[in-house]
């Protein structure tokens, strides 16, 4: 494959030789494009010799080969990283005053970018803005991490580690191309932790962040699948690419599942769906005063999943069914008897076990999960960051699926 690796002229710009090894030793051919500022960090010689191509960002080199065009043209993917709030811009504007942006304007395949500046230029108002135009014209933009920026500071806005935005082209790549193991499938996941309504200001809720959804997420379109998200409250946000349906409460959740089965070819219930909702809920605030303690009373949400579970009987089309189950151990039995018990229960094809607690699994990046499969193969433990654990849970259902 043929990748044009953009480098803007940020501080990170030197983990970006960290990502074309990654490309390189891929067995992909990378042509790097820094920009006139990013040679000041990194040089060309550097460039050049892990590519193995030779470096330029002025158009006015190669004039016969016309490389403002023929770069864009001809690749297969575009990356930039890291890409300033000043690459940002120029891109959004469509500007091409340089071997860079004009190689954007000429690009066929997926574009994608990884932002990288000082907290403030990432949330102000006009990168906020230009973000969302390139997101418009399809361009996928890895947000960025929080943690040590140049010099004290920390904050959102440090480039993605190398390997996250190796992920996120290669997962480009496969949904442009519509290959993988789901290609022509549909694939629903239900992601975030759902909030019942107290009162116009209150909820219940749960811990829940969609991590682990949204790279479910990934690793479905990365396999070739058309996504549909049913989305409840996540802290992160969905991968460009997908059908969002935004839902709030448990019941909105049953809906929108139940409406999208019929057109559905596999179901993974990774949302946290809250177990009870007030039996009541109040039309206006929920005054302290001092009176006496308010007394709210629950009652039982559906068992979405078993509904599902029921909802395909009969359907003369294959639907593999997944469901997640967030444990801990009690005085009766272990994390893994309870998740045994319950894919009995719920007649799923497959359980994936996460064991939680107030340090596990919730808002952490990476988790070890076990996967029980209602035919009695022997479970399977995997364990690793929330991408590695989706590849297996995604590759789990497609194997279940018929050729």
């Known amino acids: 494959m043929r990748i044009v690796l953009g480098v803007g002229g940020g501080i990170a710009a030197y983990k970006a030789a960290s990502l074309l090894r990654l490309f390189t030793e891929a067995g992909h051919h990378v042509t790097v494009i820094p920009t006139d500022a990013a040679t000041r960090f990194v040089g060309t010689a550097t460039w050049e010799a892990l590519s193995g191509n030779p470096v330029t960002n002025s158009v006015w080199d190669a004039v016969d080969r016309v490389n403002h065009v023929r770069l864009g043209h001809e690749a297969d993917l575009i990356v930039i990283a890291p890409a300033t709030a000043d690459v940002l811009a120029r891109a959004a504007a469509g500007l091409a005053d340089d071997l860079l942006t004009g190689t954007l304007l000429m690009a066929h395949g997926p574009v994608v970018m990884a932002p990288a500046m000082h907290t403030e230029m990432w949330q102000h108002a006009a990168t906020r803005a230009n973000v969302e135009t390139l997101r418009g014209r399809g361009i996928i933009i890895v947000e960025p991490a929080s943690g040590r920026l140049t010099g004290a500071d920390s904050g959102p806005g440090r480039l993605p580690e190398p390997a996250d ?25 239900s992601v975030g932790g759902t909030r019942e309504a107290l ?28 996504v549909t998200l ?64 308010p007394v709210i009373t629950l009652v039982r949400n559906p068992d979405v999943l078993r509904e599902a579970v029921l909802a395909r009987a009969g359907r003369t089309e ?8 967030a444990e801990t151990g009690d005085a009766t039995a272990d994390p893994l008897a309870h ?30 999960i076990t996967i029980l499969d209602a035919r009695g193969a022997e479970s399977a433990v995997i ?21």
């Open 230 to 293: 049913v989305l409840a409250h996540a802290e992160v946000p969905a991968p460009p690419g997908c059908d969002v349906v935004p839902v709030e409460s448990a019941l909105e959740l049953r809906d929108a599942v139940l409406a999208a089965l019929p057109t559905t070819d596999v179901l993974v219930m990774a949302a946290a769906v809250a177990d009870y909702r007030p039996a009541e809920v109040m039309t206006t605030k929920i005054k302290k005063g001092d009176g006496e303690d």
């Open 318 to 325: 294959p639907l593999v069914i997944a469901g997640f189950a």
């Open 165 to 189: 935005i190796f992920t996120a082209a290669m997962t480009a790549v496969g949904r442009s191309e519509g290959t993988g193991s789901l290609r022509g499938r549909r694939v629903t996941i």
């Open 339 to 368: 998740a045994r018990a319950k894919l009995a229960r719920k007649g799923c094809d497959f359980l994936v076990l996460n064991v939680v607690g107030s340090s596990l699994v919730f808002g952490q990046d990476s988790s070890e």
């Open 199 to 226: 009162d116009p200001v209150r909820f219940l809720g749960n811990r829940s962040s969609g991590k682990q959804g949204m790279a479910l997420a990934e690793a479905a379109l990365a396999e070739g699948a058309q």
């Open 383 to 403: 364990s690793g960051s929330k991408r590695v654990v989706a590849d297996a849970v995604i590759a789990h259902a497609a194997e279940l699926l018929p050729d």
